[in-house]
């Protein structure tokens, strides 16, 4: 099958492209500007934000799959969770219904929901429910924090701990996440197009693995053969009074939808492994494979 992807060049685009090829997929890829190509791909240069740049691009295809997203805004460069979010999506939407495409995969996040403290998962929903009401045999992934060869948040830690064992802890840290493999939410994807079951379904993906935010912090200094680091609290109250100043700044770490989304938890239950019929790779030894010890 011949499959327009679109936010296909970034770190979960890699490893879906990856996967797609390796079962015999012909892939058309938008980018915004063309590179070499590996073969079973072509490129379109557009940019899904203006429909007119890529909706020819799409023709002849069998499926789209949406995996355009981001975790933080840039308003001055256009970045907003509106226009990348919500609008990207109804116009990839539109795109597909025009040139004839009933198949359509669509990435959103875990803890999606209408009433949603942060910005991020409440457009997260609003695009959910543009795919919901579109017509089209859908399906939605909703992945937990996503870890793997150059992934951002796990790097970004190993990186601080390479600088000094010191990792400053915002409140507790006692809340928890559940971590996915990169590689098995790609296997979803992948999955999901070829399983007429998951049409019209929601999944929630997450690892085995519930660690809190410590745990996971002392996991990734193991993987990299060090001790656990210092861990010092930031009260919470505190940062919420910290953060809404600094967070206009691009060098600064982390904005309140973050805080929000982190402190709140990220866990599911694993009901995706009934129909996907697979075990995830555990987080201790994925991470394990690429943080240099």
Not at 158 to 185: E, F, N
Not at 256 to 268: G, K, T
Request: with cysteine; hydrophobic share 45%.
């Amino acid at each position: 099958m011949k499959i327009f992807i679109a936010g296909g060049t970034g770190f979960v685009g890699g490893h879906v492209i990856r996967e797609l090829l390796d079962r015999g997929h012909q892939l058309r890829l938008l980018v915004h500007r063309r590179g070499a190509a590996s073969e079973g791909i072509e490129q379109v240069e557009g940019d899904v934000t203006r429909p007119e740049s890529f909706e020819q691009g799409v023709d002849g295809c069998g499926a789209a799959v949406n995996l355009v997203g981001i975790i933080r805004e840039f308003p001055a460069k256009g970045a907003t969770f509106e226009r990348l979010h919500v609008q990207a999506t109804a116009n990839l939407l539109a795109a597909a219904k025009r040139a004839g495409i009933r198949r359509y995969v669509q990435m959103s996040a875990l803890g999606t929901r209408p009433n949603a403290v942060s910005r991020y998962h409440r457009t997260k929903f609003r695009a959910e429910e543009l795919v919901r009401n579109s017509g089209f045999e859908w399906t939605i992934l909703r992945p937990s924090l996503i870890f793997g060869p150059k992934d951002a948040f796990i790097t970004m830690l190993a990186r601080q701990l390479r600088l000094a064992p010191v990792m400053p802890v915002i409140g507790s840290g006692a809340y928890r996440l559940q971590p996915i493999h990169a590689d098995d939410v790609a296997r979803c994807f992948a999955l999901a197009l070829e399983m007429p079951a998951t049409i019209g379904q929601c999944y929630e993906l997450c690892g085995n693995d519930r660690l809190t935010y410590v745990d996971m912090l002392d996991a990734v200094a193991a993987a990299m053969g060090r001790s656990a680091p210092l861990k010092p609290r930031l009260p919470l109250g505190v940062m919420k009074l910290v953060i809404p100043v600094m967070q206009g700044i691009p060098q600064f770490p982390i904005t309140m939808d973050q805080l929000q989304m982190l402190v709140e938890e990220n866990i599911c239950d694993g009901r995706w492994k009934q129909t996907f019929g697979f075990e995830p790779k555990g987080f201790r030894e994925g991470i394990g494979e690429y943080l240099v010890r």
